[in-house]
């Protein structure tokens, strides 16, 4: 059955420092990953999304990794702010349009 | 495009009563999914569809949940009767498939169930 990990489940930062999510997945076939970042009471809204042949990318202060043999990847913030508190989940996509979401990560960046 | 609509944002009923929640996709995109989100199991997939067309519905709990798609601009989960365990944000999206696109998926702001 495909499946996802996050890690770690929750996580605590002061405004200005960097941090970095990891996801781990069992999806096959593999077609690509997105990170997904989440407000509370709204719905995911997607990062930034690699193929399996890109290695990483970024998106501002938001940088996604992925190493499609070891089906790891890894979202890191950079000079976090106080909106980047929320949920960021972690979607490989199976095939066309089976998206799988990982549990998440819930980030709280404190002033 | 105003994004995935969905409504009610809140809907708090007594158990037994049907629930229904609404959802409109983003003009054009060919892919409608409902989800459920708990803190206890995070967002799960209930049912998807392609072109109106229900294509994997294993994700619905049980035969109380029902979802219907009668055209391209609108979609209905029915929930009856409604029990608390189904108290969730209910989650639709929609996404655009074709050649040389990558799928993602836009989510609406999400329906808060209370079922008391």
């Known amino acids: 059955k495909n499946q996802v990990e996050q890690s770690p489940q929750s996580l605590i930062i002061l405004e200005g420092k960097n941090c970095t999510l990891q996801?781990?997945?069992?999806?096959?076939?593999?077609?690509?990953l997105r990170w997904y970042k989440q407000d509370t009471g709204r719905g995911p809204v997607s990062l930034t999304i690699?193929?399996?042949?890109?290695n990483t990318k970024s998106n501002g202060r938001y940088t996604a990794t992925l190493d499609a043999d070891t089906k790891q990847s890894s979202l890191h913030i950079t000079a976090s702010q106080l909106s980047d508190s929320a949920s960021y989940i972690c979607?490989?996509?199976?095939?066309?349009?089976?998206?799988?979401f990982g549990p998440g990560t819930r980030l709280s960046v404190l002033p | 495009d105003a994004g995935v609509i969905q409504s009610p944002r809140h809907e708090v009923t007594e158990m037994g009563q049907e629930v229904t929640l609404r959802c409109k996709p983003i003009s054009g995109h060919d892919y409608l999914f409902w989800y459920r989100q708990t803190m206890m199991r995070g967002l799960e997939l209930l049912i998807y569809f392609n072109n109106n067309v229900p294509i994997d519905d294993s994700g619905m709990p049980e035969d109380r949940f029902s979802a219907k798609m009668p055209n391209a601009s609108f979609s209905n989960l029915k929930i009856q009767p409604s029990e608390p365990r189904d108290s969730a944000v209910y989650f639709c999206?929609?996404?655009?498939?074709?050649?040389?696109?990558?799928?993602?998926?836009?989510f609406g702001q999400g329906t808060r169930l209370t079922v008391v």
């Open positions: 996801c781990n997945y069992t999806v096959s076939p593999f077609s690509n």
């Open positions: 999206a929609s996404s655009l498939a074709g050649a040389g696109r990558t799928p993602e998926a836009f």
């Open positions: 979607v490989p996509t199976e095939g066309g349009q089976n998206f799988v």
């Open positions: 690699m193929t399996f042949s890109e």
